[in-house]
Nanobody, 117 residues
Framework: QVQPVESGGGLVQAGASLRLSCTAS????????VSWYRQAPGKQRELVAT?????????NFADSVKGRFTISRDILKNTVYLQMNNLKPDDTAVYYC?????????WGQGTQVTVSS
């Protein structure tokens, strides 16, 4: 069973940075597409960033985070990171890691990011 595990969330002030991490046992993340989603209270879950598997290694970002967020991976640590800079109150949400493997989506439990103004 693939189980993503997120970490790195917290409470920060506007303009600060955070780095979220996603790892999973029993699976090599660099062979799969990994995405970060977020869900704010009362809103639908939305795609934030995606990094494709190592055969392509393309990245995509939601318009709302372009220029502020980056996504990367450390193959040796089997971890995908979401670096979030210049955070805004609108970035407040629970952030989820998603791993797409074999036609299936696997979700982590999420990590809370709260940005105060």
């Amino acid at each position: 069973q693939v189980q993503p595990v997120e970490s790195g969330g917290g409470l920060v002030q506007a303009g600060a940075s955070l780095r979220l991490s996603c790892t999973a046992s029993g699976i090599r993340l660099f062979l799969n597409t990994v995405s970060w989603y977020r869900q704010a209270p009362g809103k639908q879950r939305e795609l934030v960033a995606t990094i494709a598997d190592s055969s392509i290694t393309t990245t995509n970002f939601a318009d709302s985070v372009k220029g502020r967020f980056t996504i990367s991976r450390d193959i040796l640590k089997n971890t995908v990171y979401l670096q979030m800079n210049n955070l805004k109150p609108d970035d407040t949400a629970v952030y989820y890691c998603n791993i797409f493997q074999g036609g299936e989506n696997y979700w982590g439990q999420g990590t809370q990011v709260t940005v105060s103004s």
